[in-house]
């Protein structure tokens, strides 16, 4: 059975995200990275004990599999975002170019993913792109997993769980958050994704 581990992620110091903010979220994201592997422990152990009796244990043990696992990916995708510092976007890339045709602008892009991320409720505001329509998209996910738009690539993903913020800002500072998310963001990642997309067999 595979057993993943929790990827290590070299963040510089972050502009307006404690350091104490920081590692308690990282310590969060190797808790999903537990979690996942217990899961899939558990499911084999009740599979393998008595598969009949346990049916009911596994479905629900089953059930939780998409948070644990959304968890944890889609951390990997939010700090991996740090990494190397901030990077402002560059104007010409591939990814600025799909933004600005879908949404007039790359100011109207960034606005419209807040509005996103300010949504209520604990979640994620991502951008994906959809290789077979060619065209990107926004979505809020509701805890990790639900909305998750099926296969399509995951572009920018911005996490609006008030554990991603809460030691540093009130609840009610969420667009304080924003700001400082962005200003750490290195855009390189996010038009790398963007860049590498292949296109599913469906
Ligand atoms: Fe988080």
Known sequence: MHIYTPRIFALPALADLSEKQVTAHIGLYEGYVKHVNALREQIHHLETTDKEKNAYAIMEVRRRLGFEFNGMRMHEYYFAQFEKGHEEHIENTKLAEALIEKYGSWDAFLTHFVTVG?????????????????????????????????????????????????????????????????????????????????????
Request: cysteine-free; overall charge negative; hydrophobic content about 45%.
């Open 118 to 202: 300010m949504s209520r409720g604990i979640g994620w505001s991502i951008l994906y792109h959809d290789p077979i329509a060619n065209t990107p998209h926004v979505a809020w996910v509701s805890d990790h997993e639900l909305g998750q738009l099926g296969s399509l690539p995951i572009i920018l993903a911005m996490d609006m769980w008030e554990h991603a913020f809460m030691v540093d800002f009130l609840p009610s500072e969420k667009k304080k958050y924003i700001d400082a998310f962005f200003k750490n963001l290195n855009w390189t990642v996010p038009e790398t994704r963007f860049e590498t997309i292949t296109i599913p067999v469906v």
